[in-house]
């Protein structure tokens, strides 16, 4: 009995120390700093929820952030080299034989492409980056100089993206309930885009018919920011079912651009998400960042610990916001690698800081239920 009681002893302490021996290999490994290297790639932690992506600019290819882009994204974005201040001629072409300057853009498609990514144009008719001489001249100048450049340019790309940007932007900001009630949207127009002032509200279904004909596998987003605003997402919400109405699915995903700061309200984000979904259209987070300091212009302050604290939490609301929708969300794109590179670099809007260290918002997207 003594000998029985011995071993029943030793085999507890053997297992105690086992445990604590566990538990201490586990908290280590839980502590180790991560790197991008080591820590979960992304886009496995969403592969049953939604695509992960991010932006690619020609400063990427055959360095570390492309690596970076490839292990944790399975979805790219030209930041700028799609746009048609990149890719239609510079100056007005004398006969139809336009010379696009696509160069840029195939070789960052075509790195996409061979990386087993997959690729979103962006964008096909927008007010800004786009060569004043396309908007110039009649009516039905303009509208041809549109129909053409989707054409040959959607046509150039076709069959090798999952979805284009057909517009970009096209609604003005501050609109009342008063300008969106009765399903009214032309009137929410943005009147200086130079598309509106030479064919009229029109420009925007014309563009998505020329869009459907020169790349019909290519899902057709209309693409906007401040989407979470209740007027300017009605009024987008009103377009699309006019228009597809007309058009069965001619408009098939609405894109929210998203770039937002500490003092977006999740909640608004969730009711255009529902409000979206209602109209059975796709819907993809297409440039997404949160600005999280600005020296006090915008009420944030400078970076400190605290803000990267509140940018974390906001991430990770967003996120639980995504996952909740994930049956009509089908894609989460960031606008930005990392701090140093992103368009609103003074504002420390994304997942990285500029040495490619994971932010506290990374560990946010990572498990939104730890914030
Ligand atoms: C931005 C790019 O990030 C900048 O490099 C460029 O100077 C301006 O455009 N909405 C859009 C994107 O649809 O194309 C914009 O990208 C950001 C806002």
């Known amino acids: 009995m003594k000998k029985l009681n011995?071993?029943?002893?030793?085999?507890?302490?053997?297992?105690?120390?086992?445990?604590?021996?566990?538990?201490?290999?586990?908290?280590?490994?839980?502590?180790?700093?991560?790197?991008?290297?080591?820590?979960r790639p992304l886009q496995d932690i969403y592969k049953n929820d939604f695509l992960m992506g991010n932006i690619i600019s020609p400063r990427d290819l055959g360095t570390v952030r492309f690596a970076i882009l490839t292990r944790h994204y399975n979805t790219l974005t030209a930041e700028n080299q799609m746009k048609p201040d990149h890719i239609a001629p510079a100056a007005k072409p004398s006969?139809?034989?336009?010379?696009?300057?696509?160069?840029?853009?195939?070789?960052?498609?075509?790195?996409?492409?061979?990386?087993?990514?997959?690729?979103?144009?962006?964008?096909?008719?927008?007010?800004?980056?786009?060569?004043?001489?396309?908007?110039?001249?009649?009516?039905?100048?303009?509208?041809?100089?549109?129909?053409?450049?989707?054409?040959?340019v959607a046509?150039?790309?076709?069959?090798?993206?999952?979805?284009?940007?057909?517009?970009?932007?096209?609604?003005?900001?501050?609109?009342?309930?008063?300008?969106?009630?009765?399903?009214k949207?032309?009137?929410?127009?943005?009147?200086?885009?130079?598309?509106?002032?030479?064919?009229?509200?029109?420009?925007?279904?014309k563009a998505f018919l020329a869009a459907r004909t020169a790349d019909p596998n290519a899902k057709r987003y209309y693409n906007d920011y401040n989407l979470n605003s209740p007027t300017k997402s009605q009024a987008v919400y009103n377009m699309v079912i006019d228009i597809n109405v007309r058009h069965s699915n001619l408009i098939e995903g609405i894109g929210m651009q998203s770039h937002h700061h500490l003092g977006t309200d999740p909640q608004t984000v969730r009711d255009s998400i529902q409000k979206f979904a209602s109209l059975g259209v796709e819907i993809a987070i297409s440039e997404m960042d949160i600005m999280a300091a600005d020296g006090g212009a915008l009420n944030m302050g400078q970076w400190s610990d605290s803000n990267s604290k509140r940018q974390a939490a906001l991430y990770a609301a967003m996120f639980a916001v995504f996952k909740a929708h994930k049956s009509n969300i089908t894609r989460v794109t960031f606008?930005?690698?990392?701090?140093?590179?992103?368009?609103?670099?003074?504002?420390y809007p994304t997942l990285l800081d500029k040495d490619y260290n994971l932010k506290p918002a990374f560990f946010a997207v990572t498990d939104p239920n730890l914030f």
Not at 141 to 148: G, I, P, Q, S, Y
Not at 187 to 199: D, F, M, P
């Open 185 to 205: 949207w032309e009137n929410c127009l943005r009147t200086e885009s130079g598309w509106y002032k030479a064919i009229g509200p029109e420009y925007i279904e």
């Open 155 to 183: 046509g150039h790309f076709k069959d090798k993206l999952i979805a284009w940007d057909v517009v970009n932007e096209a609604f003005r900001d501050g609109l009342t309930s008063s300008d969106v009630s009765g399903g």
């Open 95 to 152: 006969n139809t034989n336009w010379e696009y300057r696509f160069t840029e853009a195939d070789r960052m498609v075509n790195a996409a492409i061979e990386a087993k990514m997959k690729v979103v144009g962006h964008t096909l008719v927008w007010h800004s980056q786009t060569p004043s001489w396309l908007t110039e001249g009649t009516k039905q100048t303009v509208l041809a100089n549109m129909e053409k450049y989707i054409g040959d």
């Open 335 to 347: 606008w930005g690698l990392d701090d140093g590179t992103s368009w609103r670099a003074t504002n």
């Open 6 to 39: 011995i071993v029943v002893c030793a085999l507890l302490v053997l297992g105690a120390c086992d445990f604590s021996f566990n538990e201490r290999k586990k908290s280590e490994v839980e502590h180790e700093p991560q790197t991008w290297e080591t820590a």
